[in-house]
């Protein structure tokens, strides 16, 4: 019985052993277990690469995604490349497949070599031969063991944004002396061929930044350089027919903030106090006593010209004088009747 434990025990360990070593090979790896891989391993025995049958294509606006295209991708003459580090190079055609996966088996493939695939590619019937991507180092071969899962090969992938990127024409923006606040216009487009490219507003000329005691205003985006080419100047246009990755450029002009001249404070103007206006004393009039000194003489009574009697021959005075002495006439003879009356009682 202890000589049957003892081997049942010894065998259930090579079993433990050699299933985990199986679960090590069998299971993906991490990143950081590929790179192990990579550091303990001198060659590979086999290469795949892969590219996907489409691409998405994204719109963007102003640093904004307004839109999404799914786009068919087309391969075709596919060959892969070793260059071993002396410089000598191994090469193997492949037919076209639709699913873009060529793989090279029997082939001793170093750390130090570098491997690329060449193509053709076709995208909206535009097509772009000889394309060409590559895989070195350090960092690349240890993605390569991670998408292999961790068996004894290498798997390299073409992503869509490396089609992408080869196959359209990206904008990228520049500028001078601008605030750190402002933040640089990103472009995510990809532009086909003569394509037309709307230049970011997000800035426009005379916009200004305040910062640091500065103020920062925007030129404007002053010119655009297609990649292998010669600047060209915008002279404010709004966009441009791009033929190549172009960069666009701008610029800001600084000067201190203006020192505020302080508006003087209205003085009130102070109402003039009523002036009270002074009693009048009047006067006294004096109480004027006569001299008797100082009388004038007494004036004497002047006795009044004669009436000199009417003259003969005036009808008028005659008239006149006749009636005088009428009324005089009666007057006294009714005094004289009266007076006889009293006297005779």
């Known amino acids: 019985m202890r000589k049957s434990t003892r081997s049942f025990a010894?065998?259930?360990?090579?079993?433990?052993?050699?299933?985990?070593?199986?679960?090590?090979?069998?299971?993906a790896y991490s990143l950081e277990d590929a790179e192990k891989v990579y550091n303990r391993t001198t060659t590979f025995n086999h290469v795949d690469i892969r590219v996907n049958g489409t691409i998405t294509y994204k719109t963007y606006e102003n640093g904004v995604e307004t839109g999404s295209e799914t786009k068919t991708v087309k391969i075709s003459n596919p060959v892969i490349?070793?260059?071993?580090?002396?410089?000598?190079?191994?090469?193997?055609?492949?037919?076209?497949?639709?699913?873009?996966?060529?793989?090279w088996t029997k082939i001793t493939v170093y750390k130090t070599d570098t491997i690329s695939l060449t193509c053709d590619?076709?995208?909206?019937?535009?097509?772009?031969?000889?394309?060409?991507?590559?895989?070195?180092?350090?960092?690349?071969?240890?993605?390569?063991i991670y998408n292999c899962d961790g068996h004894q090969g290498l798997d390299f992938i073409v992503k869509d944004e490396d089609i992408t990127q080869t196959f359209f024409y990206q904008v990228d923006y520049t500028w001078d002396n601008a605030?750190?606040?402002?933040?640089?216009?990103?472009?995510?487009?990809?532009?086909?061929?003569?394509?037309?490219?709307?230049?970011?507003t997000t800035y426009k000329t005379g916009d200004t930044v305040t910062e640091g005691g500065y103020v920062y205003t925007f030129s404007g985006w002053t010119d655009y350089t297609p990649k292998g080419g010669s600047a060209?100047?915008?002279?404010d246009a709004a966009s441009f027919a791009i033929t190549a990755d172009t960069t666009v450029h701008g610029a800001w002009s600084k000067a201190p903030v203006p020192t505020p001249t302080p508006t003087p404070e209205a003085t009130p103007t102070p109402t003039p106090e009523e002036t009270p206006t002074p009693e009048v004393t009047p006067t006294p009039v004096p109480t004027?006593?006569?001299?008797?000194?100082?009388?004038?003489?007494?004036?004497?009574?002047?006795?009044?010209?004669?009436?000199?009697?009417?003259?003969?021959?005036?009808?008028?005075?005659v008239l006149h004088w006749t009636a005088v002495l009428l009324?005089?006439?009666?007057?006294?003879?009714?005094?004289?009747?009266?007076?006889?009356?009293?006297?005779?009682?």
Not at 181 to 194: C, F, K, M, R, V
Not at 327 to 345: D, E, H, P, Q, S
Request: net charge neutral; charged share 15%; aromatic share 10%.
């Open 179 to 200: 605030p750190s606040s402002a933040a640089l216009p990103t472009d995510g487009n990809h532009y086909a061929p003569n394509a037309n490219v709307n230049v970011d």
């Open 121 to 144: 590619i076709t995208v909206d019937g535009v097509t772009k031969t000889g394309q060409h991507f590559s895989w070195a180092g350090k960092d690349a071969f240890v993605q390569a």
């Open 288 to 317: 004027f006593v006569p001299d008797p000194s100082s009388a004038p003489d007494a004036i004497p009574l002047t006795t009044p010209d004669p009436v000199d009697p009417p003259q003969t021959g005036d009808s008028n005075t």
């Open 10 to 27: 010894f065998l259930l360990c090579i079993a433990l052993f050699v299933c985990m070593l199986g679960t090590t090979t069998a299971f």
């Open 232 to 235: 060209v100047q915008l002279t």
């Open 81 to 103: 490349t070793i260059t071993r580090q002396d410089g000598k190079t191994l090469t193997k055609s492949f037919s076209n497949t639709t699913s873009y996966e060529w793989r």
């Open 327 to 345: 009324v005089a006439g009666t007057i006294i003879a009714g005094a004289t009747l009266t007076f006889k009356r009293k006297y005779n009682k």
